[in-house]
């Protein structure tokens, strides 16, 4: 079973700054999936990546397979970047994919 | 093309019932995954359908179960509800898998009384 840990559980930061949350899982994966949830429960997946470094505007996403390690970065925060912050593996087995473990979440708030 | 879509939003219900979620999935999409998510234990992968056949399952009890329709729209049950099905239920589709990206639903809030 992976372990899927996320760090800072919480962060607050001022409008503008660069933001990274890290994101390391304990077995190989197939891939590792971004998601943000805003309050109201409602969540997008950010990225989904398997291998090197995906940029959406002001997003980066960058995954380290040897290191079994991933960090999520936010650039020019903004107060509209305020949400919860999900890493989640998907493993392949014999079966097929197995569902998602997801971390606990980072609960980011962006203060104008 | 319309989002997933679930129903109910919300319900509420007593120790010992059963309820019944629905989710349909984007058009096109074959595969329907369903999670838990409370504040203690966070997300949980409940059972992905893929095509009518289940091909994934958590570890959840057997009080939970679902199945998927010809047209993917797939259904969770819960029967014998506890207080501790308190949850926001969320599904995802996808065309392909897990794997491959998924497209989340707005989710149902269950509350058991």
């Known amino acids: 079973k992976n372990e899927v840990e996320q760090s800072p559980q919480n962060l607050t930061a001022q409008e503008g700054e660069f933001i990274t949350i890290n994101c390391s899982y304990s077995?190989?994966?197939?891939?590792l999936h971004w998601l943000q949830q805003h309050p109201g429960g409602g969540i997008v997946s950010l990225f989904m990546?398997?291998?090197g470094k995906k940029k959406h505007g002001r997003l980066i996403a960058t995954i380290n397979i040897q290191e079994k390690h991933s960090s999520l970065h936010i650039t020019a925060s903004h107060p509209r970047d305020s949400a919860v912050y999900i890493c989640a593996v998907s493993q392949y087995s014999g079966g097929g994919a197995d569902g998602l473990t997801f971390g606990k979440g980072t609960h980011l708030i962006i203060q104008p | 093309k319309a989002g997933v879509t679930q129903t109910p939003r919300y319900l509420i219900k007593t120790r010992g019932q059963q309820v019944t979620l629905s989710c349909s999935p984007i058009?096109?999409?074959?595969?329907v995954s369903w999670y838990q998510q409370t504040p203690g234990q966070g997300l949980q992968f409940l059972f992905e359908?893929?095509?009518?056949?289940?091909?994934n399952k958590g570890n959840f009890p057997g009080r939970f179960s679902g199945r998927q329709f010809s047209n993917s729209r797939s259904e969770m049950n819960v029967s014998t509800l506890e207080l501790g099905d308190s949850a926001l239920y969320l599904c995802?589709?996808?065309?392909?898998?897990?794997?491959?990206?998924?497209?989340f639903g707005p989710g149902t809030r269950l509350t058991v009384l």
């Open positions: 359908y893929f095509s009518e056949t289940q091909r």
């Open positions: 077995v190989g994966i197939s891939a």
């Open positions: 058009s096109g999409h074959r595969s």
């Open positions: 990546l398997s291998s």
């Open positions: 995802a589709s996808s065309s392909d898998g897990i794997a491959n990206g998924q497209f």
